[in-house]
């Protein structure tokens, strides 16, 4: 077992997988989250896990070159490459996390062109957008099943074109957020998660 001490960011991890799985947002074994070490290396989610139930031995430490280390011989999740991707396109970025939700999916539907418009609303505050009615374009990613070739789009998209808020929508999958911060990036999962809601009431009430 890995030595643990009251700052150990995978207590972090735990409790917010235990909060979203209260949510809804990562059901049964849905879902990822990782969080960024000083060395460059990463604590992510072990695949196959019930993310309602995660202990600090549930994590794999991902190293810059691919290397894995795991206390019980553990698989990443399978959307490691995604995380990679994102920590090396945004090197302020510490924490990944991806989650499940009903109201994702189904947005991700009215996205045609690869973006989807997202409503003006306060919340987009909280995603760093500090203008007067914005117009805010989430980035949106086909569902392959090679998760490479998802990590692949996203890369050659970022690069010549950086995203307006740090999120992006895998179509009827899932939304994934980076932070520079665990904290943050929980509250940028549930902001969004608020404005998918919101999206969707509203097309209800047509």
């Keep these: 077992m890995h030595s643990t001490t009251l700052a150990d960011p995978r207590i972090e991890l735990v409790n917010a997988a235990s909060r979203f799985y209260q949510q809804g947002w990562m059901v049964g074994t ?4 990782s969080t960024r070490l000083p060395d460059g290396s990463f604590w992510i989610t072990a695949s196959g896990c019930l993310k309602g139930e995660l202990t600090l031995d549930d994590f ?3 190293y810059p070159d691919g290397r894995l280390e795991s ?7 399978a959307e490691t490459s995604i995380h990679q991707c994102i920590y090396t396109l945004f090197p302020e970025a510490q924490a ?7 109201e994702a999916n189904l947005v991700s539907g009215l996205a045609e062109t690869g973006k989807l418009p997202l409503p003006s609303l306060e919340m987009l505050k909280g995603l760093g957008i500090w203008e007067e009615n914005p117009c805010c374009l989430m980035p949106v990613f086909h569902n392959y099943l090679q998760v490479e070739r998802i990590a692949d789009e996203i890369k050659e998209r970022f690069s010549s074109n950086p995203p307006k808020i740090p999120a992006l929508l895998i179509r009827n999958h899932g939304v994934t957020v980076w932070a520079e911060s665990t904290v943050q990036a929980r509250n940028y999962i549930e902001i969004l998660e608020y404005v998918f809601r919101y999206m969707v009431a509203a097309r209800k009430m047509g």
């Design 96 to 102: 990944c996390y991806h989650v499940h939700s009903v």
């Design 30 to 33: 849905a879902g990822n989250l």
């Design 60 to 62: 794999v430490r991902v």
């Design 71 to 77: 206390s019980a011989n553990l698989k990443p999740s």
